[in-house]
Each structure stands twice: as C-alpha cells, then as structure tokens.
C-alpha cells in the first residue's frame, strides 16, 4: 500500500511560514504532480514527504504508517533530483548499485536489478561509462534507475527535467510517462511546467504562495478553473482576461470601460453592473468581422498554427489562430468569443462565478 496522505502540513522557518496548511491525497499506484511558481512551497512540500524536511505541523502519512518522525532512510521512498546528483568516480552499472549494496544486497541480487532496470530505460550498453561521458537525457536516466533497484513504495521526481533541452525534454515526459505505466508505482512529481503536469499527471495539485488552489483530473483543473490563479496558470498561451461589468439590461453580456460588449452563457446570481473579470482561452477565439477589437503587436507563426499577441485597450489579449492568416504589427483584427467557453470571475476573490 503505497497511498500518502498529507493532511493539514504546515512549514515554519522562525517566524515565516511557507506552507499554511496543505491537504492533499495520492492514491496508491497514481501520479500525482504539484505545480504552481517558484516559491510557492512544491519543492519544500516533496522533501518533506522524503523526510528532508521537518514538520512543523500536521500528518504525512505513507500507506497506514505516519512518517512525520521517520527517517528518510526508513521510509521507502526513492526521490531524483533535478540535479542528477551522480557520483562522478562511479560507473552508471556502480551508480545504479549503490543503494542496494548500503543495504547490504547481495552480488547476485545486485546483478539481477541493475540489469533489470538498465533494460527498461535503455541502458544496458552504457553500464560501463562514467557520468562525464553521458549526455544530459542518459543522466537522468541513470538517476531514474538507480531509484527504480530500490523497488520503493514511492518515487518523488523534483523538477528532474528542468535542466534538459526543449527537445529531450518532450523526449524524458514520454519516458518518465511509459515507466509509470509499466511500474505503477505511486510518484509524487514536482514541477513549475504547466505542460508537464498536464501530460504527465493522473491528478494535479495547483499551489500557490504555500496554500493548494485546485487539485483534480488535469481535463478538470482546465476545463473547470476554480478561481482565476489556476484559470490563468493551468493552459498555454494563458487565459484570457478583460476587465468588465455585467449587464442584464435587454441582453445579457460582460461591457469592458472601452464600451466592447462581450458575449457570454447566461449567468445566474449576478446583479446587473456587476464587476467582473472576463476569460476566454486563446484557442477559443475565431477572427471575424466584428467582436473584440485586438490591435496586434507580434505575430508567432509556429508552423501548425499562428500566435498572435495584442492588447485590448491597455490589456494584453492572446489568440491561436489554427488557419493561416495575414497580419502585422500595428493591425487591428476582430475576435469572436465562443461564448460556451467563457469564464466570469469575481474581481476580488478571484473565484469563478
């Protein structure tokens, strides 16, 4: 039984707390990411769970046992490191092998995961190399195998691919993804890559400024944004937003300060001049004749499609345009809504209405 449990973790430094109280659950065999910006306590909450840090208050539980003064050593769980933390004097067959010889495993025992486990991440014919002699992508797998001979309850991944290329990055997410599948090993995974956690977890914990904001199905934190932190972090390009009032007066619909009426799926509960913040998602846009007036200041062709970016008055608006287009900075094009995808915030909570 694999299950952790954090519930109600709080993390004080004297006098300044990073983490105020945080809940959240990971399934036995689920992959489970935490995302949110630098600083706000992803990485503190992981090591945590590794025994790297201390508890200030509250429960981590792994399977049924609390592990809150458990060391880490006892607590079966495997972490790698952004860092890759490789012993430069070892070979990868050497780096993969020393945890199991600390714990005292015999040659044969030994021999037999090493093999194993260079055979799932591909390996096998760089057991005799040392760390100088691997790229950064075969680093980080020889990192991943030397977690993987443990057998662990648990993997903890900490932003292990934050120092890898564009290109073996997208590379190492289908490996680290195929791994789980194979393993079903419960992973805790830290990142601040919106694009990582939504293709890599079965659920996702959004974190902001040491509190969890959302946590859910990565279709469900997208589709149904509990606040506009994670409407506007979770997605990319991000989200859409305008600044507006409610107006029920004859048709129903959101009115920027520059008069632009902005169609929307009918509300309940909401009063009329009510201030709002409007968002729509980039790829949720089509250019039109009339609409949202956007005047263009770069133009981002990609190939399959076209990013343009502008400003809506003084407010920047983003929009994927799938088809290809003609336009230059300093343009103006007109944007339409597809007003089933239209999320109304309340301008001071930031909660979804």
């Known amino acids: 039984m694999a299950e952790i449990t954090i519930e109600n973790v709080r993390k004080a430094y004297g006098t300044l707390e990073v983490l105020h109280g945080v809940s959240a659950k990971a399934e036995d065999g689920e992959f489970v ?30 399977g049924d046992r609390v592990v809150n003064d458990v060391t880490p050593k006892d607590r079966n769980v495997a972490m790698v490191f952004q860092n890759y ?8 067959a050497r780096n993969m092998a020393f945890p199991l010889r600390f714990q005292g495993a015999s040659r044969q025992e030994v021999d037999e995961k090493v093999k194993r486990s260079a055979e799932i991440l591909g390996l096998t014919a760089l057991l005799d190399r040392y760390p100088r002699q691997l790229s950064g ?17 648990v993997f903890l991944f900490d932003e292990p691919l934050s120092n890898l290329d564009a290109k073996l990055r997208v590379q190492m997410r289908v490996e680290i993804k195929a791994l789980h599948q194979r393993l079903r090993t419960t992973i805790v995974y ?19 400024d040491g509190v969890v904001e959302q946590a859910g199905p990565p279709l469900e934190v997208y589709d149904s944004p509990a606040n506009q932190f994670v409407a506007g972090f979770i997605g990319s390009p ?27 799926s009918r509300p309940t509960g909401l009063a009329d001049n009510q201030a709002v913040v409007y968002g729509i ?8 004749a009339t609409g949202i007036p956007v005047v263009v200041s770069v133009v981002e062709p990609t190939g399959s499609e ?6 809506v008055g003084e407010q920047n608006f983003t929009t994927v345009v799938r088809e290809r287009i003609s336009v230059a900075s300093g343009d103006t094009i007109y944007l339409q809504p597809k007003a089933r995808h239209v999320y109304l915030f309340d301008s001071e909570s930031g909660l979804r209405l």
Request: hydrophobic fraction near 45%; include cysteine; glycine fraction near 8%.
């Open 33 to 62: 990411v935490l995302v949110g910006p630098s600083g706000c306590g992803k990485s503190t909450l992981l090591r945590m769970i590794a025994g790297l840090e201390t508890i200030t208050s509250g429960t981590v539980r792994i």
């Open 85 to 92: 933390a490789l012993y430069p004097h070892m070979s990868v």
């Open 137 to 153: 992508g075969q680093k980080q797998r020889v990192a991943m195998g030397r977690a993987i001979v443990r057998d662990p309850l």
């Open 190 to 208: 830290v990142t601040h890559d919106q694009i990582e956690a939504m293709t890599l977890a079965d659920k996702i914990v959004v974190m902001r």
């Open 238 to 264: 991000a989200m859409n937003f305008l600044n507006a009032r409610f107006v029920a007066d004859g048709k129903e619909c959101a009115r920027t300060a520059e008069g632009i009426d902005l169609p929307i």
């Open 281 to 288: 998602r980039p790829e949720h846009l089509e250019v039109s």
């Open 306 to 311: 076209t990013h343009i970016f502008g400003k």
